[in-house]
């Protein structure tokens, strides 16, 4: 077994493992705090996330793929600290989130939409103003409204171990002229229902749904039809900041 005690959204978890590749992707966030609670994976919670995996692989048309058991640990893991940290009134949202002036804005859309090519785009017109906060999976304190950069940070592996305050979330969609409006929550509800981990057991759920329900109240939210060139950063950003 291997050990490891880490922050995640300003709070201190200990992970205990199976295999050794979790501590060594959680490096940025060690702690030498004592641990709020503790973490512990198993072979069942393995053969769980291989399941799931597949799942995933199938519906988004891709077959062959075998994830190796010490990456489908890492899922597992994140699963159980999602869940836990619902306590907390915190949520995972699966999203690519960038920082520019002292802003958090998270772009959300199903899988192959381009979150990350468009955040890229960012980042090419903006430099060094833009930081990545994560590019798949952060973490937002619903009660502070401040999302936390994670290790779990998509296949590009762009994050930092930062905290930033929430101001948007983007609906990002395909379109061949750049367009930006803002819509109610209501709207942007269904969207925002896929892209938030929901846990299958009903309590936690409903912990979810109660905490996504704060958040709809707290945040703006737009749709962003985009055609992936340069210039849909500018676009973007002018909307955001009017």
């Not at 899922?75 to 999602?82: E, F, N, P």
């Not at 998509?154 to 930062?162: D, E, F, P, Q, R």
């Amino acid at each position: 077994m291997y050990h490891g005690v880490y922050c995640f959204a300003n709070h201190i978890i200990k992970i205990t493992s199976l295999y050794q590749q979790i501590h060594q992707m959680c490096k940025d966030y060690v702690s030498n705090s004592e641990p709020e609670f503790e973490v512990v994976t198993s072979e069942e919670d393995i053969d769980f996330e291989r399941v799931e995996s597949q799942k995933v692989h199938e519906l988004e048309g891709e077959t062959g793929i075998v994830e190796t058991p010490d990456y489908l640990e890492t899922l597992a893991v994140y699963r159980k600290i999602a869940e836990k940290l619902l306590d907390y009134n915190i949520l995972l949202i699966h999203g690519s989130c960038l920082e520019i002036d002292n802003n958090a804005y998270i772009f959300i859309a199903k899988s192959g939409t381009g979150k990350s090519t468009h955040t890229r785009n960012w980042r090419k017109f903006f430099g060094k103003r833009v930081t990545m906060v994560n590019d798949d999976k952060p973490l937002v304190d619903v009660s502070t409204s401040l999302i936390y950069g994670t290790p779990w940070d998509g296949k590009h592996h762009l994050s930092n171990n930062i905290k930033v305050p929430l101001k948007s979330v983007i609906i990002l969609t395909r379109a061949e002229i750049n367009s930006i409006r803002e819509i109610s929550s209501a709207e942007a509800l269904d969207y925002m229902m896929l892209q938030t981990y929901l846990p299958n057991n009903s309590l936690l759920k409903l912990k979810a749904l109660q905490s996504l329900d704060c958040l709809m109240k707290k945040v703006r939210f737009y749709i962003l039809g985009c055609n992936q060139d340069i210039d849909s950063a500018r676009v973007a950003y002018e909307g955001l900041t009017k």
